[in-house]
C-alpha cells in the first residue's frame, strides 16, 4: 500500500533527527583533520600551534587501505570442465569496468569517508547518458560518492538488511527538476535548511534512468529533492518529495529490488547502521598536545625576547628601544634597565608531550614499523618481519569490512550488468586495444555466481613479492601470472615477447633433435645438410 504524503515527510523528519548527533561529531571530525583544533587568539604573543597527528592516521590508514588494487573474482557452477569459462569472462570485464569507470577514484572517497566520519557510502546506478564503448547501445554503469550528510536512515536499522527506508538529498537545477518531474518549484535558500553548511552541492547529479544536460550554472539556485527508498510488502518503491510535496511515486527501476547504496563500516558499532571515526578516540588527545606545544612555543617566544624592566630614572623611555642588534643606548649609571628572565619550561611538559603522542601511536595503531622505521634496538630481520606482522593487526580489521563493502559493490554491478547490458557488450582492457567481451547468456548464469574481494594481506610489496616466488617454485601458479598479480606496467608487451622467444627456443629445440642447425642469418630458405651427417659437431665447430 502507498504511502501518503504526510507519512513520508513525517518519515523524513524522524530520519534526519536521528543524524543531528552524528552530523556534529562529523564537522568535528572534519575541522580536526584539516587543522581547525582552535578558535582566532585575542594576543599575537599566544600560540595556537596544532600538531596534525588527525590527518596523519587518516593518512596513513588511506594508503594501507589503498595499497593493492582489488578484484573481483566470479565462479559459476560447471565452469570447471571448460577452457575459458563464464566466470574468467566476467571476471576479466569486472576488471574492466574497475578502469573504464575509475571505480579506484570512487573507492578512494569511500574509504576516506569510512575512516573520517565512520561511513563511506556509495550509490550504484544506470546512467543512459553515457554512451557505450562498443557503440552497442547506450548506458552504462553508474558509480558515484554520497555524502554521509545527504543521506538519512530508518532510526531503527542497524544495517541495510533490516532497514524499512533511507532518505536520499539530491540537489538540482530548475530546469532539470521541469524536465524530470515536470513541476515548476522556487529555490530554497541556505537558511531553510536544518543541515545547510553540509548540504551544499558539488556537481550536478546524472539522474538515472534519463538523459539530461547538465548546466553549466551548477551549484547555483539548486532544489533540494529527497528521493525516499521505501519497502512495501518487501517491494521497494521510490517517492520524491520537493518542497515537502510528493511530486512522485515508482517502483525501484532495479529489478534486484535492493537499495543501491554501498555502505563501508570500516569501525563498526553494534546496533548501529553509522560506524565510528578513526579519530574519534584521539580527539580529546589531540587538544592536549596543541595546548602542551602551545605552551612551550610561548616559553621560548618569552626566553627570546623577555620583557624588560626599565627604571623611570634610567633615561631611556620605551619609544627609544628597538629590535636591531647593535643599537647604542645612552643611560643613567646606577639605573641600567635589565630584563626580566622568565622561568624554564618544566621537565614534565617534555614527558608529558612525549608521553600522549604515544599513546595516540597506541590507539591509532600507527606505529614506526607501519611507516617503514625500524624501531631502535631492532636489527634481526626476523625480529623486524615479526614486528611488522604484529603492526598490521588492527588494519586487518579494516580489511576485511572493506572487502565485504566490495564484495556487495560487485553484487550491485553485476546485477546492473544482468538488468540494463545487451546481448553483447565489448570494451579495450590492454594498451594494445586487447577486447574483452561479456553476452547476455554468460550474465544469465550470473545468478549462482559469487563475488570474491582479493585480500591485500601481505600489504608490504616485497612480502608479497617474495610469497609469489615461494608460489612459483612450488608450482602453484605459473610464472606468466606474476606479471598480472603484480600489476606490472607494460606487462602485456612483456609476456607477449617472453611468449615469442619462449616459442624461438622450442623451434631451436626441435630443429636440434631432428639434427639440424638452427637456421643463420645469412641462411636463406634451402636446407642446410646437419654437421653430424658431414661427420662434424653439432655447431659445425
Not at 37 to 56: C, D, G, P, R, V
Not at 160 to 179: A, H
Not at 473 to 492: A, M, Q, T, W, Y
Request: with cysteine.
Amino acid at each position: 500500500m502507498a504511502l501518503a504524503e504526510k507519512d513520508i515527510i513525517s518519515r523524513i523528519k524522524d530520519a534526519d533527527k536521528a543524524k543531528e548527533d552524528y552530523h556534529k561529531a562529523w564537522k568535528t571530525a572534519r575541522e580536526f583533520y584539516i587543522g581547525k583544533h582552535h578558535k582566532e587568539t585575542s594576543s599575537q604573543y599566544l600560540f595556537n600551534l596544532a600538531i596534525n597527528h588527525i590527518y596523519n592516521t587518516i593518512d596513513v590508514n588511506l594508503a594501507l587501505l589503498l595499497d593493492d588494487i582489488p578484484c573481483w573474482r566470479v565462479y559459476a557452477e560447471g565452469d570447471e570442465s571448460k577452457e575459458v569459462t563464464v566466470g574468467e569472462r566476467i571476471s576479466r570485464y569486472l576488471k574492466h569496468l574497475y578502469q573504464n569507470l575509475d571505480i579506484y577514484n570512487v573507492l578512494y572517497k569511500q574509504i576516506f569517508d569510512s575512516l573520517l566520519y565512520g561511513a563511506g557510502i556509495v550509490k550504484v546506478y544506470w546512467d543512459d547518458s553515457v554512451k557505450s564503448e562498443d557503440g552497442s547501445g547506450k548506458g552504462e554503469i553508474g558509480l558515484k560518492r554520497v555524502s554521509p550528510f545527504l543521506l538519512s536512515v530508518d532510526p531503527s536499522a542497524t544495517d541495510l538488511s533490516n532497514c524499512q527506508y533511507i532518505v536520499e538529498k539530491v540537489y538540482m537545477t530548475p530546469e532539470k527538476v521541469k524536465k524530470l518531474y515536470g513541476v515548476d518549484a522556487p529555490t530554497i535558500s541556505e537558511s531553510e535548511s536544518a543541515f545547510s553548511e553540509w548540504l551544499k552541492p558539488i556537481t550536478v547529479e546524472a539522474a538515472e534512468g534519463f538523459t539530461y544536460q547538465k548546466s553549466s550554472e551548477k551549484g547555483k539556485n539548486q532544489i533540494l529533492v529527497q528521493r525516499v527508498w521505501n519497502f512495501e510488502d518487501d517491494k521497494l518503491m521510490v517517492y520524491v518529495i520537493i518542497n515537502n510535496k510528493l511530486v512522485k511515486s515508482y517502483p525501484s527501476p532495479f529489478n534486484d529490488n535492493e537499495f543501491p547504496f554501498v555502505f563501508m563500516v570500516l569501525n563498526p558499532i553494534t546496533d548501529e547502521i553509522w560506524g565510528t571515526s578513526e579519530i574519534l578516540p584521539l580527539i580529546e588527545i589531540q587538544k592536549v598536545v596543541n595546548r602542551a606545544y602551545s605552551l612551550l612555543m610561548e616559553i621560548a617566544l618569552f626566553h627570546a625576547r623577555p620583557k624588560i624592566l626599565n627604571p623611570k630614572n634610567s633615561g631611556i623611555s620605551h619609544e627609544q628601544w628597538e629590535s636591531d642588534p647593535g643599537q647604542v643606548l645612552d643611560y643613567n649609571p646606577g639605573n641600567q634597565p635589565s630584563f626580566m628572565i622568565p622561568p624554564s619550561p618544566p621537565s614534565y611538559l617534555f614527558d608529558l608531550v612525549m608521553r600522549l603522542e604515544n599513546e595516540m601511536r597506541v590507539i591509532s595503531g600507527i606505529q614506526d614499523i607501519t611507516m617503514g622505521r625500524v624501531p631502535s634496538g631492532v636489527s634481526a630481520a626476523a625480529a623486524i618481519s615479526e614486528l611488522q606482522e604484529a603492526a598490521q593487526t588492527k588494519i586487518r580489521k579494516k580489511i576485511r569490512n572493506r572487502n565485504l563493502a566490495l564484495r556487495n559493490m560487485g553484487e550491485l554491478i553485476l546485477s546492473r550488468m544482468q538488468q540494463f547490458y545487451p546481448k553483447s557488450r565489448k570494451g579495450y582492457i590492454t594498451k594494445d586495444g586487447e577486447r574483452v567481451s561479456v553476452t547476455s547468456d554468460d550474465l544469465k548464469l550470473a545468478k549462482n555466481l559469487i563475488v570474491e574481494v582479493g585480500t591485500m594481506i601481505p600489504t608490504n610489496q616485497s612480502a608479497k613479492f617474495q610469497q609469489l616466488l615461494s608460489l612459483v617454485e612450488l608450482g602453484v601458479i605459473p610464472k606468466s601470472s606474476i606479471l598480472d598479480i603484480l600489476d606490472f606496467p607494460d606487462r602485456d608487451l612483456i609476456q607477449r615477447q617472453a611468449q615469442i622467444e619462449e616459442e624461438k627456443s622450442i623451434a631451436k629445440e626441435a630443429i636440434m633433435k631432428m639434427g639440424q642447425a638452427p637456421p643463420g642469418p645469412d641462411q636463406g630458405t634451402e636446407r642446410t645438410i646437419s654437421p653430424l651427417i658431414q661427420g662434424g659437431s653439432p655447431y659445425g665447430l
